[in-house]
């Protein structure tokens, strides 16, 4: 398709030659782009096509890459991507070698700050605001961003530095799925006033004209205008002029040139301030309007007729958690499950749709989410918390300190733990094992198959103290053994194949690489099935009949499961040899699941290659 703009524009310096007039059009081709694109390079869509007018309007006003912009929740940044020289590259988003999924300065100069997990966009960009102040920061945050701690965090500490930045606030009041809470309300509330607006204008002008504005005033005006605010629109003070932000909007987040025109004003304001813009996910696509949570990341699509590509039926690893959270809350009446915003993509709205007041979303808000789990679980409920193995990562204090320390019986489902694919570094689950091994009180458990899973969350909801159970994204591999077979004895070993050149001992998914890397040799294969505590009586049985051991995870070398095997030979002055598989020290690129592991090889072929050069079989 021919675009009249957009295949003239390779930078925003191209984008400020056109006339305020043609920027609808440009938008519309954006979005027009970003739909093709998807539709064959599946990425996150809805999200995209939401932002593509204050984007474009950002990119037109605000002098980058000198000037700031910090993206928050980075999958709303496609139309960013575009505008700044990597249109021709798009079609690579995503894909090994190619284009990262999300904005990163290692990609462009563009893309000032990593962007990935959310929340941090405000605190960031009031660093860079405050280190340097000959140029504009924009926090763009949205998306559900609003409900995560860190953000209220970066708003309090703003009001408390002096700063220029603006804080540009999409509210769409959806995350993935529709986020909840008293500030998705709240930001539902508020309204704007012309009569304020204009006659706060007005006021200013005239007082600096007559030399009655100063520094030591400014303040109390500030108190003032967020008092006559509150008469005029008939609403209580809302909590950014709480916190002595100048307040601009609810404006319509999808009128490119009402945006310009504000940003036009606003961007030299001294003094922090938020731009409020009312959009809506999947804007411009009626398909993506219409099932906003399908169409967050559809996968690919007829872009003419929004008909999606038939996908695979496979029973995906969430959901086996998901069905089995039911029927346990269905057999006991203290279960109940929490999540952290991701009620479809953890399968806990499976609960959510059966039993409403027994599922619980709490927003982007992981350490709240271990926090509150606690809380059920000190006072008697039995609380599986789901939340995403790299999302975990930020609520590590809360459960060494408000569940482990407390050994309070909280089990955790840990969702895409291990390579993702191509959501790339900051989504790999690749630390779990390592930052929850070391805590006191904490058992640590990974199956193997959907059917392992299943009797593990069994165990797990009779067990004492807090469980960890981990499992990757994608779908859930078959029992490669009968269940009576397969599942005595949790959370101890299982031999999975008898060998007596080496053993190679598997944690997790990651065996059945391992089942298909040996087929033939003469090794012997352990799923330990438990990181914490380690099967210790087969350990020394192995110890005790092969010189030459394997361990193989698919997470961090460094203080993972293979670190733990060879910890506890070290403490017993057993001589084995031992070779580790694993991810090596360094944060991994994006691509298909496949790819990386091939790259890093931990695919069948790395693993098989590697057994034979050293065993000679």
């Given at each position: 398709?021919?675009?009249?703009?957009?295949?003239?524009?390779?930078?925003?310096?191209?984008?400020?030659?056109?006339?305020?007039?043609?920027?609808?059009?440009?938008?519309?081709?954006?979005?027009d782009?970003?739909?093709?694109?998807?539709?064959?390079?599946?990425?996150?869509?809805?999200?995209?096509?939401?932002?593509?007018?204050?984007?474009?309007?950002?990119h037109?006003?605000?002098?980058?890459?000198?000037?700031?912009?910090?993206?928050?929740?980075?999958?709303?940044?496609?139309?960013?991507?575009?505008?700044?020289?990597r249109?021709?590259?798009?079609?690579?988003?995503?894909?090994?070698?190619?284009?990262?999924?999300?904005?990163?300065?290692?990609?462009?100069?563009?893309?000032?700050?990593?962007?990935?997990?959310?929340?941090?966009?405000?605190?960031?960009?009031?660093?860079?605001?405050?280190?340097?102040?000959?140029?504009?920061?924009?926090?763009?945050?949205?998306?559900?961003?609003?409900?995560?701690?860190?953000?209220?965090?970066?708003?309090?500490?703003?009001?408390?530095?002096?700063?220029?930045?603006?804080?540009?606030?999409?509210?769409n009041?959806?995350?993935?799925?529709?986020?909840h809470?008293?500030?998705?309300?709240?930001?539902?509330?508020?309204?704007?006033?012309?009569?304020?607006?204009?006659?706060?204008?007005?006021?200013?002008?005239?007082?600096?004209?007559?030399?009655?504005?100063?520094?030591?005033?400014?303040?109390?005006?500030?108190?003032?205008?967020?008092?006559?605010?509150?008469?005029?629109?008939?609403?209580?003070?809302?909590?950014?002029?709480?916190?002595?932000?100048?307040?601009?909007?609810?404006?319509?987040?999808h009128?490119?040139?009402?945006?310009?025109?504000?940003?036009?004003?606003?961007?030299?304001?001294?003094?922090?301030?938020?731009?409020?813009?009312?959009?809506?996910?999947?804007y411009?696509?009626?398909?993506?309007?219409?099932?906003?949570?399908?169409?967050?990341?559809?996968?690919?699509?007829?872009?003419?007729?929004?008909?999606?590509?038939?996908?695979?039926?496979?029973?995906?690893?969430?959901?086996?958690?998901?069905?089995?959270?039911?029927?346990?809350?269905?057999?006991?009446?203290?279960?109940?499950?929490?999540?952290?915003?991701?009620?479809?993509?953890?399968?806990?709205?499976?609960?959510?749709?059966?039993?409403?007041?027994?599922?619980?979303?709490?927003?982007?808000?992981?350490?709240?989410?271990?926090?509150?789990?606690?809380?059920?679980?000190?006072?008697?409920?039995?609380?599986?918390?789901?939340?995403?193995?790299?999302?975990?990562?930020r609520?590590?204090?809360?459960?060494?300190?408000?569940?482990?320390?407390?050994?309070?019986?909280?089990?955790?489902a840990?969702?895409r733990?291990?390579?993702?694919?191509?959501?790339?570094?900051t989504?790999?689950?690749?630390?779990?094992?390592?930052?929850?091994?070391?805590?006191?009180?904490?058992?640590?458990?990974?199956?193997?198959?959907?059917?392992?899973?299943?009797?593990?969350?069994?165990?797990?909801?009779?067990?004492?103290?807090?469980?960890?159970?981990?499992?990757?994204?994608g779908?859930?591999?078959?029992?490669?053994?009968t269940?009576?077979?397969?599942?005595?004895?949790?959370?101890?070993?299982?031999?999975?194949?008898?060998?007596?050149?080496?053993?190679?001992?598997?944690?997790?998914?990651?065996g059945?690489?391992?089942?298909?890397?040996?087929?033939?040799?003469?090794?012997?294969?352990?799923?330990?099935?438990?990181?914490?505590?380690?099967?210790?009586?087969t350990l020394?049985?192995?110890?005790?009949?092969?010189?030459?051991?394997?361990?193989?995870?698919?997470?961090?070398?460094?203080?993972?499961?293979?670190?733990?095997?060879?910890?506890?030979?070290?403490?017993?002055?057993?001589?084995?040899?031992?070779?580790?598989?694993?991810?090596?020290?360094?944060?991994?690129?994006?691509?298909?699941?496949?790819?990386?592991?091939?790259?890093?090889?931990?695919?069948?072929?790395?693993?098989?290659?590697?057994?034979?050069?050293?065993?000679?079989?």
């Open positions: 398709m021919e675009y009249k703009y957009l295949t003239h524009i390779d930078s925003p310096a191209d984008l400020k030659q056109l006339p305020v007039s043609a920027l609808p059009q440009v938008c519309a081709e954006v979005r782009f970003i739909i093709r694109s998807c539709a064959k390079n599946p990425g996150h869509l809805a999200s995209s096509l939401g932002a593509v007018e204050f984007t474009v309007a950002l037109y006003v605000m002098d980058t890459p000198h000037d700031r912009l910090v993206w928050d929740v980075g999958h709303q940044a496609y139309a960013h991507k575009i505008l700044t020289g249109r021709d590259r798009f079609c690579t988003n995503r894909q090994f070698g190619g284009l990262a999924p999300f904005p990163t300065p290692a990609e462009s100069e563009y893309d000032t700050f990593t962007a990935g997990h959310a929340s941090n966009s405000i605190s960031a960009a009031l660093g860079m605001a405050v280190a340097d102040k000959s140029r504009r920061v924009v926090a763009i945050i949205g998306d559900g961003a609003m409900t995560g701690g860190l953000a209220y965090e970066g708003l309090n500490n703003t009001s408390m530095i002096p700063s220029n930045l603006l804080i540009l606030l999409n509210d009041n959806m995350a993935i799925d529709p986020i809470g008293g500030f998705t309300q709240y930001l539902v509330d508020i309204t704007t006033s012309g009569r304020y607006n204009h006659l706060r204008y007005f006021a200013y002008r005239a007082l600096r004209k007559v030399g009655l504005m100063n520094d030591e005033k400014k303040g109390k005006l500030q108190r003032f205008n967020n008092n006559l605010k509150s008469i005029l629109t008939k609403q209580s003070r809302n909590i950014f002029s709480g916190l002595n932000l100048r307040y601009f909007g609810p404006a319509d987040g009128d490119v040139i009402a945006i310009v025109k504000i940003l036009s004003e606003i961007k030299d304001y001294t003094g922090p301030k938020v731009l409020h813009l009312i959009t809506r996910k999947g411009g696509y009626s398909p993506a309007e219409a099932d906003q949570i399908v169409w967050h990341a559809p996968g690919k699509f007829d872009p003419d007729t929004g008909v999606r590509l038939e996908e695979s039926h496979a029973k995906l690893w969430q959901h086996v958690f998901g069905e089995t959270l039911l029927e346990l809350a269905k057999e006991d009446e203290r279960v109940v499950g929490i999540t952290a915003a991701m009620p479809s993509g953890s399968s806990v709205n499976i609960l959510q749709a059966e039993m409403p007041d027994r599922a619980f979303d709490v927003g982007i808000a992981e350490g709240h989410a271990v926090t509150f789990s606690a809380g059920l679980a000190k006072e008697g409920k039995i609380p599986f918390c789901a939340i995403y193995s790299s999302f975990l990562q609520a590590y204090d809360n459960i060494i300190h408000d569940v482990a320390l407390q050994n309070l019986h909280v089990i955790f840990i969702d733990a291990g390579i993702v694919g191509q959501d790339g570094a989504h790999h689950g690749l630390f779990d094992l390592c930052f929850l091994r070391s805590i006191p009180n904490m058992t640590v458990l990974a199956p193997m198959d959907g059917e392992e899973l299943k009797q593990m969350l069994r165990w797990a909801k009779d067990a004492q103290g807090p469980v960890a159970i981990r499992y990757p994204r779908g859930a591999a078959d029992c490669l053994r269940v009576s077979e397969r599942l005595s004895k949790i959370p101890g070993a299982r031999i999975e194949n008898q060998g007596v050149k080496a053993a190679i001992l598997s944690i997790g998914a990651i059945n690489t391992v089942h298909k890397a040996i087929d033939g040799l003469d090794i012997a294969h352990y799923d330990m099935r438990s990181v914490k505590p380690l099967d210790t009586d020394d049985y192995i110890a005790a009949h092969y010189k030459q051991i394997y361990t193989a995870e698919d997470g961090m070398l460094e203080g993972g499961f293979g670190s733990a095997v060879v910890e506890y030979f070290a403490d017993k002055g057993y001589s084995n040899a031992i070779h580790r598989f694993g991810v090596p020290g360094q944060f991994v690129t994006h691509g298909k699941p496949d790819e990386l592991y091939h790259m890093l090889g931990l695919d069948a072929e790395g693993i098989r290659s590697v057994l034979i050069k050293n065993l000679n079989v």
